[in-house]
């Protein structure tokens, strides 16, 4: 059987060029996103660089049934050696803006998602005879807080939560859990968000491909030196 990683939200975004950097480094990936027409665009255009196994599944990682599914598939043909919970959704509004609607829209996806597809995954990974990664890709908002995030805040907080009870969980086993917390990156998680930011931070930011890069340079480590968390100190950061 082929080794695999596993990226969510990898349509577009961080995501996408996670995929990017692990197919450079010689991986299969299996990409996962909402958005069927984006989702095989990526994996076409992916196709183009490489080789490699590009498998993408069209669902949404906080529905069970597709999750549970999912795992049955992709383990037919594929070894997991590393999840990346990447996908996420991002709703910023004063404390007296919230609503039911952009709860609903953000927790899915970091929360349910992360929980769910990391439990289905667990099974399988803690079979493997050889070191096997779950990459957390959290934010700054899930340590620290930021004006106008309270409800995204609260979601990365409660994935960092889950996170840092997984690694304490899979202490000294095969599993690895690293934890990431970029600040601002230029991507569409943006485009509704705009209004809460001051005109112009956007050229302060990182770029996906600048954050993707990072990030999977250091997974590569020999195995008696593999980095825990990834923190990102980013100028615009230092705004009340
Ligand atoms: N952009 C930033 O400034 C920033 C900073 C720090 C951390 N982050 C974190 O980095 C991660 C990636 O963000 P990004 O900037 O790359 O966002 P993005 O460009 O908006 O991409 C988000 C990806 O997640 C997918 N997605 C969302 N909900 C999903 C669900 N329920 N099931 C499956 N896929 C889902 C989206 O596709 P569909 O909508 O088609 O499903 C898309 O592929 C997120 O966790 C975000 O919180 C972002």
């Given at each position: 059987m082929k080794n695999i990683t596993i990226i969510t939200?990898?349509?577009?975004g961080v995501g996408k060029e996670l995929a990017k950097e692990f197919l450079l480094k010689g991986e299969n990936v299996c990409l996962i996103a909402r958005t069927k027409n984006e989702l095989i665009k990526t994996q076409k255009e992916l196709s183009k660089l490489t080789n490699n196994d590009i498998v993408a599944y069209n669902g949404n990682i906080s529905d069970e049934k597709f999750v549970k599914d999912f795992y049955q598939d992709l383990t037919k043909k594929y070894n997991i050696t590393c999840l990346v919970n990447n996908a996420g959704v991002g709703r910023f509004g004063t404390i007296y803006d919230n609503n039911k609607k952009m709860i609903d829209e953000v927790f899915p996806a970091i929360v349910y998602g992360t929980i769910l597809m990391t439990t289905y995954a667990l099974p399988y990974l803690k079979k493997s005879k050889e070191i096997v990664k779950v990459v957390n890709i959290i934010s700054q908002s899930g340590i620290r807080a930021f004006k106008f995030e309270s409800v995204y805040c609260s979601a990365k907080w409660a994935q960092e939560g889950y996170a840092q009870c997984l690694r304490a969980e899979t202490f000294g086993t095969n599993i690895k859990v690293i934890n990431v917390y970029p600040g601002g990156?230029?991507?569409?998680?943006w485009k509704d968000n705009?209004?809460?930011?001051?005109?112009?931070?956007e050229n302060t930011f990182a770029t996906t491909e600048e954050v993707a890069k990072i990030i999977v340079d250091n997974l590569y480590n020999k195995e008696s030196l593999i980095l825990k968390d990834l923190v990102f100190e980013q100028t615009h950061m230092n705004l009340e």
């Open positions: 939200g990898a349509s577009k990156i230029n991507s569409e998680f705009r209004n809460y930011v001051p005109a112009g931070i």
